[in-house]
C-alpha cells in the first residue's frame, strides 16, 4: 500500500498494522517535536529546500535530519518533492510560527519532558487515582511553572494558541455582547477577553489570573486596542473574587480540577455573583461526546487526570458539578465540541 498515512488509509490497515501503528504514537510525536523545535517550517515559507540547506540553516546533521524529514513526509506533514527538496503541506502549513491559528506552540508543549514524565507515570495514576505528575517531579503542575519561568512562558504561548483557536467558534456560537462587565477568571494572558472586547466595543473586562501570568497581559490588551478596557487583577481564585461583574468566564479552568476544588472555585464565584440574579457565570469547555466516537476532549481528560486530577467532564457530569455548587445550566450545550454553558445561580443558602 503506498499513499502518505491519514484516516482513510488507516481504516484499510489490517488490525495488526493499525495496532502498531498506535504504539507508533510517541515516536511520530517526537518527529513532529522536533521538527517544530528547528522551526523547519518557518525555514520553508519562502519555497522548498534541499536536506542540506535545512541542515545548515538549523545546525543539524543532515542525514538525520533527511531521515526525520522522511518519516514526517510519509504522514504528509512535510512533502518530498522529485528533486529531493521538500516543501511545506497544509499540515505544516500550521507548524509555521508566524500564521493565524498556528499550533507550533501547543506542539512545542506536548513535546515536553514535563508532559512526558507526566505520562510516564501513568500507571502510578491508574493505580491510584493521584496526578501522576507529582508521582514525577513531587510537586504540582502549576507550583512546577512557577520554579521554572521558562516552561511557564511555553504552557502560558501554546494555551493562547489554543484560545486563539477557540475563541472564534465560542464567540460565534454564544452571544456575550449581553454582558457589560465580563471578569474571566483564570483567563491567562487575557486573550479570550480581549476578542470578547473587540467584538463587543459597549463591554468591560476584567483579567484574573495568577501574577506570573497577568503580567504579560498589558501588552496583549495594548495590541488589541482595548486597554482602556480592562481591569488586570493579579489573584487567586481559591480566594475571593471582584463583585459587580454580570458575566463571570471560567474558560478551560474547571477541567484542571477534581470535583471538590472545581466547586469551591464555583463556590467564589457563586459569591461574587450573590444580590445578582440575572448574572450569569459562563463555563467554556470542551464536552465529552459519546462512547465509541473520536473526540479530543477523551485525551484531554487524560492529560487533566495525569498533570492535576483534574477532568474533561460530559453533560451529565456538568450538572451534578453545577447542582453541587449551587448554580444550574440555562441552555443546552452540544456534546463532542467546545461549549459554553450558559448558569445561574440557584436562589439559597450555599
Ligand atoms: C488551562 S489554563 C486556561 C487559560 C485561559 N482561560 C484560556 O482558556 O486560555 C488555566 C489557567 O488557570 C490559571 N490558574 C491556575 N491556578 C490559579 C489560581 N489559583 N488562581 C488564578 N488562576 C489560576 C492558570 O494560570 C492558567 O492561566
Not at 535545512?54 to 528533486?83: K, M
Not at 480540577?257 to 467554556?284: F, K, N, Q, T, Y
Request: hydrophobic share 40%; aromatic share 8%; glycine share 12%.
Amino acid at each position: 500500500m503506498t499513499g502518505v498515512v491519514g484516516p482513510a488509509m488507516i481504516a484499510a490497515l489490517p488490525p495488526h498494522v493499525r495496532l502498531l501503528l498506535l504504539t507508533d504514537g510517541k515516536r511520530i510525536s517526537r518527529v513532529l517535536h522536533v521538527l517544530a523545535e528547528l522551526g523547519i517550517a518557518d525555514e520553508l515559507a519562502d519555497g522548498p529546500l534541499a536536506v542540506t540547506e535545512l541542515a545548515a540553516r538549523t545546525d543539524t546533521h543532515a542525514d538525520s535530519l533527511g531521515r526525520v524529514l522522511r518519516v514526517a513526509a510519509a504522514f504528509g506533514l512535510f512533502e518530498e518533492q522529485e528533486d529531493g527538496r521538500y516543501r511545506l503541506t497544509d499540515l505544516s502549513e500550521a507548524l509555521r510560527s508566524d500564521v493565524p491559528g498556528s499550533q507550533r506552540d501547543m506542539v512545542l508543549y506536548n513535546g515536553t519532558e514535563m508532559l512526558w514524565r507526566s505520562y510516564g507515570s501513568l500507571m502510578h495514576t491508574v493505580r491510584t487515582g493521584r496526578p501522576a505528575f507529582e508521582n514525577a517531579y513531587g510537586h504540582g503542575f502549576f507550583e512546577h511553572l512557577e520554579r521554572h519561568p521558562e516552561a511557564g512562558a511555553l504552557f502560558d504561548r501554546a494555551m493562547t494558541g489554543m484560545s486563539r483557536a477557540t475563541a472564534r467558534m465560542l464567540l460565534d456560537s454564544y452571544d456575550f455582547g449581553r454582558f457589560g462587565r465580563i471578569a474571566d477568571v483564570g483567563g491567562g494572558r487575557g486573550h479570550f477577553l480581549s476578542e470578547v472586547l473587540a467584538r463587543h466595543p459597549h463591554a468591560r473586562g476584567t483579567l484574573i489570573d495568577r501574577p506570573s501570568v497577568t503580567e504579560e497581559a498589558p501588552k496583549l490588551f495594548g495590541d488589541a486596542g482595548v486597554a482602556d478596557r480592562v481591569d488586570v487583577v493579579p489573584g487567586d481564585f481559591f480566594q475571593k473574587l471582584p463583585k459587580g461583574h454580570d458575566a463571570y468566564v471560567l474558560k478551560a479552568v474547571l477541567h484542571d480540577w477534581d470535583d471538590e476544588r472545581a466547586a469551591s472555585i464555583l463556590g467564589r464565584v457563586r459569591e461574587a455573583l450573590e444580590g445578582d440574579p440575572d448574572g450569569r457565570l459562563l463555563i467554556c469547555e470542551f464536552l465529552i461526546g459519546p462512547a465509541n466516537q473520536w473526540d479530543r476532549g477523551k485525551l484531554l481528560d487524560l492529560d487533566m487526570l495525569v498533570r492535576f486530577g483534574g477532568r474533561e467532564r460530559g453533560g451529565d457530569q456538568w450538572r451534578a458539578l453545577l447542582e453541587t455548587a449551587g448554580f444550574e445550566l440555562v441552555n443546552d450545550p452540544v456534546p463532542g465540541r467546545w461549549a459554553v454553558l450558559e448558569c445561574r445561580a440557584v436562589p439559597g443558602d450555599r
